[in-house]
């Protein structure tokens, strides 16, 4: 799936680093959000979610940020790997509606 | 499980003629989201169904842009006529549960040329 757009914004960080990856979210009432992982031919694929009531939340490798008074999200990836590359989207929402941010791009270089 | 299933893979098709995409969705998920991606638009919902049913189609761009879901296992979405700015990859995403698992397909990339 063709997820490069003119204006993402790119995340270079060298193997073995951490990377940080940031969201803001503009709705104030979403309870539940989600970061998505998609590589160049594929669907976006869940990584880890986090819901209002909760500031982070650990994953393997990841971890989940999230700050309700900002309305910001940060997804943090430990010991970043080659095959971390990848464009990385947040995702609201407070009904069934998931509404995707215009994503980062994760280039790991060796 | 087989997770969901989109075709076709790819599309390509001259304008005017009408395009049918199809969506397979993990068996016992309740709900069933239509999403186009673009470089310049990013990731758009178009629609979504729950049991079903249309809940939400404020997402469909035009009257050309047409979607149902007749069974529990199936859901199409249709573009008639079809415009060169419809060229997008188009994803089928469902959900088991309320907040839990949004599953994404594979993506049907559509060229109308």
């Known amino acids: 799936g063709e997820s490069v757009g003119l204006h993402l914004p790119t995340l270079s960080v060298q193997e073995g680093d951490n990377s940080i990856i940031n969201c803001a979210y503009s709705?104030?009432?979403?309870?539940?959000f989600i970061w998505y992982k998609q590589e160049s031919g594929k669907g976006p694929q869940f990584i880890i979610d986090i819901r209002s009531n909760m500031d982070k939340r650990q994953g393997q490798r990841v971890t989940v940020l999230l700050n309700k008074t900002v309305k910001h999200l940060s997804l943090q990836i430990a010991a970043t790997q080659p095959g971390d590359s990848a464009v990385y989207f947040c995702a609201e929402t407070d009904t069934d509606k998931l509404i995707f941010g215009t994503g980062t791009r994760l280039q790991v270089f060796p | 499980d087989a997770g969901v299933i989109q075709s076709p893979r790819h599309e390509v098709t001259e304008m005017g003629q009408e395009v049918t995409l199809r969506c397979k969705p993990i068996s016992g998920h309740n709900s069933l989201f239509w999403y186009r991606q673009t470089m310049m638009r990013g990731l758009e919902l178009l629609i979504y169904f729950n049991n079903n049913v249309p809940i939400d189609d404020s997402g469909m761009p035009e009257d050309r842009f047409s979607a149902k879901m007749p069974n529990a296992s199936f859901s199409t979405l249709k573009i008639q006529p079809s415009e060169p700015r419809d060229s997008a990859v188009y994803f089928c995403?469902?959900?088991?549960?309320?907040?839990?698992?949004?599953?994404f397909g594979s993506g049907t990339r559509l060229t109308v040329v």
């Open positions: 709705n104030s009432a979403s309870d539940y």
């Open positions: 995403a469902t959900l088991g549960a309320p907040n839990y698992g949004y599953t």
